[in-house]
């Protein structure tokens, strides 16, 4: 618990906020149009992960065709330049011992940002 609060007040201390913000403000402007909700929301479950990573796991709930078909066009629009640069912070993260633990949670980070429908969020 501890080195969970630890985890999270650098995480968000070296970017997690702003980048926190930014799924905000992408969740806000997809929520703009009636088709646009649905991924606004992901957007949000997003943020909410990306603010504090630490103590979160990301669990598969739903695999119906709905959510495939929902990823599938997440994938298509946005879903896999956010995984790339997940991915590239985690290989940044991962140059030192101290930021194995952070490249961790950026990998997290990358899976749910590549995949987000039918995921729940638990602590």
């Known amino acids: 618990m501890f080195l969970s609060l630890i985890g999270n007040i650098i ?5 997690g906020l702003i980048e926190a913000i ?4 992408g969740g806000i402007i997809l929520s703009l ?5 649905p991924f606004g ?8 992960v990306q603010l504090a990573p630490f ?3 990301v669990v598969t709930t739903n695999d119906s065709g709905t959510n495939l ?4 066009i997440w994938i298509v629009f946005f879903g896999w330049e956010i ?3 997940n991915l590239i912070s985690a290989l940044i993260f ?4 101290i930021g194995i633990p952070f490249a961790k949670q950026s990998i997290k980070l990358a899976k749910t940002s590549l995949l987000p429908f039918g995921k729940k969020i638990i602590k």
Do not use: S
């Open 11 to 15: 995480w968000i201390i070296f970017g």
């Open 22 to 25: 930014g799924w905000l403000l």
């Open 33 to 37: 149009t009636i088709i646009g909700i």
């Open 41 to 48: 929301l992901q957007c949000f479950k997003i943020a909410k």
């Open 55 to 57: 103590g979160k796991e």
């Open 69 to 72: 078909l929902m990823n599938i």
């Open 83 to 85: 995984a790339i640069l």
């Open 94 to 97: 991962a140059l030192t011992i």
